[in-house]
C-alpha cells in the first residue's frame, strides 16, 4: 500500500514537473512599460512626442537605427557611403529587410516615404527637421508641389540615395528620427488615416502592432518577418499611458509594470532610500533655462545686467533642495555627453560664489541698479509646482542684487502664446534634443530660426559659424566649429542655463539590456526578462 | 407621459444648440491654439496643419461646419489623437465610462436606501451615529483623496486588488473594484443621508401610525408603505447624483488609468483639442439631459399625484 502511494506521488510530482517544465518553455515572455501621455499617433510621419517615439523605435526601421546604447546602428540600410563634398549619401539596403506582411523593404518604400513626410498634405509637425535634404523645405512650403523633386531616388530595388543642399555630418543622427521612418505604401493607401490601427497596420520594426485600447494599453508582438527575429527576446510589450507619474510608481510597487516612465521628482528621496536598485538616474539630453527677451530694451541691450542675473542663481542649491531628482547643475547650453564634443561654459563656472555674487552686484550697480534702486523685471512660468518653486528660489537669489522679480504664473497653451508674442522679460523654458548633435540646440537661435529663436537673438558672428560648420564636411572640424558658436552665444547671455535634466525610470531586477544613454532610447528589440 | 417625453426631448434641442454654441465659441475665444508646442512649428507647417483642418477659414463659417457635420453624427477629427475621430474616441470610451458609473449608482443606490434604512429604523442609536458620521465624512472627503487612499492601502499595502488600469482583456471585476468604491462613496453617503430623512418622515405619518396600531407586521409595513413612500427624494436626487457620477469619473478614470471618456475631456481642454472637447461635452450634455427626463418620469411612477402637462 505504502509503495503503491508512494509510486502515486511520484507519478504526480513528475507530471507536475513537466506540465511546469512545458509552462515555462511556453510562458510568454511580456514587458510591460509605463509610457507617460497617451500617444497621439503612432504614424511615424504625424508623431512628435516621447511616448509615440518609444513605440514607433519598436514598430519601425529606417535606413539607421538605435543601437541599445542609443547610438546609430546600420537599420534597413547595411552600409553608406557619403561623397566627397558630403552632399550625396548612397545608401545599400540588406536583402532580407521585411514589411510585417512579408513583402520586401524597397528603396521605393523609402522614396515614398521620404515624400509623403514632406507633403502639406500629411501635415507633418517635424517635416522641417528634413530640411536639408534637397527641396525639402520649398516642398513642405508648397513651392514645388511635384514630390518627386524632393532628393530622395531609388536606383534600384536596393539603393537610396539622399541629396542634400550642403554637407550635413549629422545626417545619420537624423535619419533615426521617426520622420525617416519608412511606411508602407499599399497600406497607407488602402486605409487612409485607419492605417495604423491593430489589423491594420504594416511596418517593418522588430514588433507589430496587435492591439491598441486608447487611454489603455497599446501591445506589439514579435515580427516574425523581421530581419533579425531571432535574437529578439520579449514576445509581447504592452504599453501603458501613465500620465499620472504617481499613480504609474505604485503600479509599478504593486508589480504591474516593469519600467516607468518617469518617477515623481517629491519621490525620489524615497525611492533612493527605498528602492535603490530599482532607481535608475541618469543624464539627459535637455536644458532647463529662462531665455530673455532680447527685443525688450532693459534687457536687450545690456549684456552686463543678463550676466548678473545669470551669476545670481546658485544652481548647486537649485538642483539639492528644489528639483531634488539628479539633475545636473547647468553652465553651458548644450548638454553633457555628446561624442566628440567640447562642452562649452559660462565664464564665470569656477568662480566661487562669493566671487559670482560680487560681480554681480558690481554689473548692476553700473547698470545703475542696486538695492536703492531695483531691477524691476517679470518672470512667465507656466503652471506646475516645480516651475513655481524654481522662480520663488531664483527671486529670493537676486533679491540681495536689487532685482525685484514678480512672478507671472499661466496655463500652459496661455504661457505658450506670450511667449511667442513675445510678451515676457524672462520666461522659464527648456529644450530636448532629438538627436545627438550640438545642432539640435544650437541652430534654434539663429537669427532667421522664427518663432523658435524666443530670445530674439540676433549676433552674426553666431550665424556665421553656424553656416561655417554647416559647410564644414570633417566632423571632427565642424563640432569644433560649433564649440566656438556655443561660446559666442553662452557669452552673450541670451539665456540662463539651470540645469540639466536626467531620466528617472523605475526598472525591475529581472531586467537585461537596459542602457543608459543621454536620449534615453531603449529599443524593445534589446531588451529581455530573466526568468 | 409619452408626449410629455416627446415634448421634453424636444424642448432639449435648443438647450443643446445652445450648449454646442457656447462651447464652441468658448474654446475658441480661450488664448492659445492646438497647435501651440514648446517645440514650435514652421510657419509652414502651422498653415498646413491649420488648413488640414479648416482653422484657416472664419470662426462663424467654422460653427456652420461643425453643426452641419454634427447634424450628421460627425464629431470631426481630433486635433491631439490624430489616429482616431472624436466619434470613434468617445465611442469607445462610452462603454467603460457607462459600466463604471451604472455600477456606481447601482451600489450608491443599494448601499445608501440600505444604510438610510437602517439609520432611520435605529434613529439615535450608535449604529444610527456611525452610518451617519460615515455618510458626512464620505461627503466631505472628495474622492481624489479617497482614490490615492484606496490604492495605498488596498492596492499597495495589503495588495488585495490591482491598482490601475481596466484589465488586459478589457474588462475585469478586480480591476473594477476601487474606481467604482471611490466613485459611490460620495453618493452613498448623500444618498443614506436623504434616505435617513425621508424614512423618518415617513415613519411619523398618521397611514404608518394607524397601520401599524392595525397590526401590521413591521417589516411588511415597512417594505409595502415606507420605502415607496420615501423614495421620491431618492428619485429627485437621481439627476443630480448621475451629474455627480459623470463629472466624478472624469477625476477617477485619470487616477486609476480607465480608459473611458472622462479622461479625455481634461486632457482635451488643456490641449485645445477643439473638437474633442466640443465632442465630450455635446455628448455628455445629451446624456445628462436623457437621464434627468428618465428620472423624471421614475418620480411620477413613484408618486401618483405627479401630472406630466
Redo the contacts between chains.
Keep these: 500500500m505504502m509503495h503503491r502511494r508512494t509510486t502515486l506521488k511520484l507519478a504526480a510530482f513528475a507530471i507536475a514537473a513537466l506540465l511546469a517544465g512545458t509552462a515555462a518553455a511556453n510562458a510568454e515572455s511580456v514587458l510591460r512599460r509605463g509610457n507617460g501621455a497617451?500617444p497621439?499617433?503612432?504614424?511615424p510621419h504625424?508623431s512628435?512626442g516621447v511616448p509615440e517615439n518609444a513605440i514607433e523605435n519598436d514598430l519601425f526601421e529606417g535606413l539607421v537605427a538605435w543601437g541599445p546604447d542609443g547610438k546609430e546602428v546600420p537599420g534597413v540600410a547595411k552600409s553608406w557611403d557619403i561623397s566627397d563634398d558630403g552632399t550625396v549619401y548612397t545608401f545599400h539596403l540588406r536583402d532580407d529587410a521585411k514589411w510585417s506582411n512579408g513583402d520586401a523593404v524597397t528603396a521605393a518604400d523609402f522614396v515614398y516615404s521620404f515624400q509623403r513626410a514632406v507633403d502639406?498634405?500629411t501635415?507633418?509637425?517635424y517635416?522641417?527637421i528634413l530640411s536639408p535634404i534637397k527641396n525639402a523645405d520649398a516642398i513642405?512650403?508648397?513651392k514645388i508641389t511635384d514630390l518627386s523633386q524632393l532628393g530622395v531616388t531609388a536606383p534600384d530595388a536596393h539603393t537610396v540615395v539622399i541629396s542634400l543642399n550642403a554637407s550635413t555630418p549629422y545626417l545619420l543622427g537624423l535619419l533615426t528620427h521617426n520622420i525617416a521612418m519608412p511606411v508602407h505604401k499599399a497600406t497607407v493607401e488602402k486605409f487612409g488615416?485607419?492605417w495604423?490601427?491593430p489589423g491594420n497596420m504594416v511596418s517593418n520594426g522588430p514588433f507589430m502592432l496587435a492591439d491598441w485600447?486608447?487611454?489603455?494599453?497599446l501591445t506589439i508582438v514579435k515580427n516574425p518577418n523581421f530581419h533579425d527575429a531571432a535574437s529578439v527576446k520579449l514576445d509581447k510589450i504592452?504599453y501603458?499611458?501613465?500620465?499620472?507619474i504617481?499613480?504609474?510608481l505604485?503600479?509599478y510597487?504593486?508589480g504591474?509594470l516593469d519600467i516607468t516612465y518617469d518617477v515623481p521628482s517629491d519621490q525620489v528621496k524615497w525611492v533612493e532610500a527605498n528602492m535603490k536598485d530599482e532607481f535608475h538616474n541618469t543624464p539627459y539630453f535637455g536644458t532647463y533655462y529662462y531665455v530673455i527677451n532680447l527685443t525688450r530694451d532693459t534687457l536687450g541691450k545690456a549684456q552686463q545686467i543678463r550676466k548678473a542675473l545669470a551669476l545670481g542663481i546658485d544652481r548647486e542649491i537649485l538642483v539639492d533642495k528644489i528639483t531634488q531628482a539628479g539633475e545636473l547643475p547647468a553652465y553651458s547650453w548644450v548638454p553633457p555627453d555628446v561624442p566628440g564634443y567640447q562642452q562649452q561654459f559660462l565664464d564665470f563656472k569656477n568662480e566661487s560664489k562669493a566671487q559670482r555674487l560680487e560681480e554681480a552686484k558690481k554689473l548692476l550697480a553700473d547698470a545703475g541698479y542696486g538695492p536703492d534702486k531695483p531691477l524691476k523685471i517679470q518672470l512667465l512660468y507656466n503652471t506646475s509646482e516645480n516651475h513655481k518653486k524654481i522662480a520663488v528660489a531664483i527671486a529670493a537669489m537676486w533679491k540681495p542684487l536689487g532685482v525685484q522679480l514678480e512672478l507671472v504664473n499661466q496655463?500652459?497653451?496661455?504661457?505658450?502664446?506670450?511667449r511667442?508674442k513675445k510678451d515676457f522679460d524672462i520666461a522659464r523654458?527648456?529644450?530636448i534634443g532629438d538627436y545627438p548633435d550640438p545642432i539640435n540646440f544650437l541652430d534654434m537661435f539663429k537669427s532667421d530660426a522664427?518663432?523658435?529663436n524666443d530670445a530674439g537673438y540676433n549676433n552674426p558672428k553666431f550665424d556665421e559659424l553656424l553656416t561655417t560648420a554647416g559647410a564644414t564636411v570633417d566632423p571632427k572640424k565642424r563640432l569644433a566649429i560649433l564649440a566656438q558658436a556655443e561660446k559666442v552665444f553662452l557669452d552673450d547671455y541670451a539665456m540662463i542655463p539651470i540645469y540639466h535634466y536626467t531620466t528617472k525610470h523605475m526598472l525591475k531586477p529581472n531586467l537585461v539590456g537596459w542602457e543608459a544613454n543621454v536620449l534615453d532610447i531603449h529599443p524593445g528589440r534589446y531588451l529581455s526578462l530573466k526568468s | 407621459m409619452l408626449s410629455y417625453a416627446i415634448k421634453r426631448l424636444i424642448g432639449a434641442v435648443p438647450t443643446l444648440l445652445l450648449i454646442v454654441a457656447i462651447t464652441f465659441f468658448m474654446v475658441h475665444l480661450?488664448?492659445?491654439?492646438p497647435?501651440?508646442?514648446?517645440?514650435?512649428?514652421?510657419?509652414?507647417?502651422e498653415a498646413?496643419?491649420r488648413?488640414?483642418y479648416h482653422l484657416d477659414e472664419p470662426v462663424p463659417v467654422q460653427f456652420g461646419r461643425y453643426v452641419g457635420n454634427l447634424l450628421q453624427g460627425d464629431f470631426g477629427?481630433s486635433f491631439?489623437?490624430?489616429?482616431?475621430s472624436v466619434t470613434e474616441?468617445i465611442l469607445?470610451?462610452f462603454p467603460t465610462s457607462l459600466t463604471l458609473g451604472a455600477i456606481a449608482m447601482t451600489a450608491a443606490l443599494l448601499l445608501g436606501i440600505g444604510a438610510g434604512m437602517i439609520a432611520a429604523l435605529r434613529q439615535n442609536s450608535l449604529l444610527d451615529h456611525a452610518l451617519m458620521g460615515g455618510a458626512v465624512l464620505g461627503v466631505a472627503v472628495p474622492n481624489f483623496v479617497v482614490a490615492?487612499l484606496l490604492?495605498?492601502v488596498i492596492?499597495?499595502q495589503l495588495?488585495w486588488l490591482?491598482?490601475?488600469?481596466?484589465g488586459?482583456g478589457?474588462f475585469s471585476i478586480r480591476h473594477m473594484v476601487l474606481p467604482v468604491i471611490a466613485l459611490a462613496l460620495p453618493q452613498i453617503a448623500t444618498i443614506a443621508r436623504l434616505m435617513r430623512g425621508s424614512m423618518l418622515e415617513v415613519l411619523r405619518t398618521n397611514y404608518i401610525r394607524t397601520a401599524r396600531a392595525k397590526g401590521l407586521p413591521e417589516r411588511l409595513l415597512l417594505l409595502r408603505h415606507g420605502v415607496k413612500a420615501a423614495l421620491p427624494p431618492i428619485v429627485s436626487y437621481l439627476g443630480p447624483a448621475i451629474a455627480n457620477i459623470i463629472t466624478g469619473s472624469i477625476v477617477i478614470?485619470?487616477?486609476?488609468?480607465?480608459?473611458?471618456i472622462g479622461?479625455?475631456f481634461v486632457?482635451a481642454a488643456?490641449?485645445?483639442d477643439y473638437t474633442l472637447v466640443m465632442g465630450v461635452v455635446v455628448f455628455y450634455g445629451a446624456l445628462i439631459i436623457l437621464l434627468n427626463l428618465l428620472a423624471d418620469l421614475a418620480y411620477g411612477l413613484l408618486d401618483p399625484q405627479v401630472r406630466y402637462d
Design positions: 497617451e497621439e499617433t503612432i504614424d504625424k512628435t502639406p498634405k501635415a507633418s509637425d517635416a522641417p513642405i512650403a508648397g488615416d485607419q495604423t490601427r485600447v486608447p487611454q489603455s494599453q504592452i501603458y499611458p501613465t500620465e499620472d504617481a499613480e504609474e505604485k503600479r510597487r504593486a504591474e496655463e500652459w497653451k496661455v504661457y505658450l502664446e506670450t511667442d523654458a527648456a529644450w522664427g518663432a523658435r | 480661450a488664448p492659445g491654439g497647435f501651440d508646442k514648446e517645440r514650435k512649428l514652421s510657419a509652414e507647417v498646413n496643419l488648413k488640414a477629427p491631439q489623437y490624430k489616429d482616431y474616441l469607445g470610451g490615492p490604492t495605498l492596492g499597495l495588495r490591482p491598482v490601475g488600469g481596466w488586459e478589457g478614470e485619470q487616477i486609476f488609468g480607465i480608459p473611458g479622461r479625455y486632457q488643456l490641449n485645445r
